[in-house]
């Protein structure tokens, strides 16, 4: 399995990255993760967006900022307009490049309570999508100091957003990550993304951060807000429900597939986290994609 965990690249002369990503076809599932924000502006596309366990619907003008090592993917079902492509205008920046700009410029710190709320990932109003529709899209075609201004003034909007709705549930802001701890963490979000449908144990994710499986534990909850076998269990699901969404394999097969060895267990946790069982879930959302 191809790792999913994503290595943002920054120019060379910026200090944070934009993707213009034009896609004729479709937008793929593609279950991701980086340490960076991602701010993303779906055009021309409806589908569902997956974040963490959530799953929804999304249309055009789709406005969403995730916070860092949040695992999410969009998976397309239609262009809008079947002449054009779909459009994912995608903007990364790190957590110290955004906390750099609240601590040198007190003008700047509304964005504080935006970054902390992001990390449960927001989605912004209609209103706020398309008022920054048109800034974000004249970004594509800025250079440097134009380009950076743009960005500060499409993140003074958002905070300004009071419409804008957390798409995942509230949770305590956890502590900022040490070097020592992010390398650690990251070394496991890695191994986790790149093996999560092979079987997973605690010892050897603790041993992959050259920890305790004790200290592996309060590591790993602090800085994910979950456990270890619930994040794994996250993903296997997320992958499981695109599987569900783009095709008829059988439910045995999938829950196969992703990493169950038990169909019963499979059946449980999706439900669980779904609030139905695979069959419902494509009987409900499928036709979407038809």
């Not at 890695?190 to 093996?195: G, N, P």
């Not at 592996?216 to 695109?242: S, V």
């Not at 990493?259 to 439900?271: E, H, I, M, T, V």
Request: proline share 6%; aromatic share 8%; hydrophobic share 40%.
């Amino acid at each position: 399995m191809k790792p999913s965990f994503e290595k943002i690249p920054t120019p060379v002369d910026a200090s944070w990255s934009m993707l213009n990503r034009r896609l004729p076809d479709d937008i793929p599932f593609e279950w991701h993760h980086h340490p960076e924000y991602e701010l993303t502006l779906t055009l021309n596309s409806r589908g569902h967006r997956y974040v963490s366990s959530d799953v929804r619907l999304y249309d055009d003008g789709d406005l969403v900022l995730l916070g860092p090592n949040v695992p999410h993917s969009w998976c397309s079902a239609e262009r809008i307009d079947p002449d054009q492509p779909h459009v994912a205008l995608v903007i990364w920046f790190s957590q110290a490049w955004a906390q750099s700009l609240v601590s040198l410029f007190p003008e700047l710190g509304s964005l504080q309570a935006l970054l902390a709320a992001a990390r449960c990932a927001l989605h912004f109003s209609d209103e706020a999508s398309t008022e920054l529709r048109p800034v974000i899209e004249a970004m594509v075609a800025q250079q440097g100091a134009e380009r950076l201004v743009s960005l500060l003034q499409v993140l003074t909007r958002l905070s300004r957003d009071g419409e804008a709705v957390r798409i995942l549930p509230v949770e305590q802001t956890e502590p900022a990550v040490s070097m020592g701890e992010d390398a650690r963490l990251q070394r496991v979000l890695e191994h986790i993304h790149a093996h999560y449908v092979e079987p997973l144990s605690i010892p050897d994710l603790a041993h992959i951060a050259c920890i305790s499986v004790s200290a592996f534990h309060r590591l790993f909850r602090r800085h994910t807000r979950c456990t270890a076998l619930d994040y794994i269990a996250r993903l296997r699901i997320g992958r499981a429900c695109a599987l569900l969404l783009q095709g008829h394999m059988p439910v045995s097969l999938i829950a196969e597939t992703v990493g169950y060895s038990s169909l019963a267990l499979f059946n449980r946790q999706f439900k669980a986290q779904k609030g139905l069982a695979p069959s419902d879930f494509r009987k409900r959302h499928g036709h979407h994609f038809r």
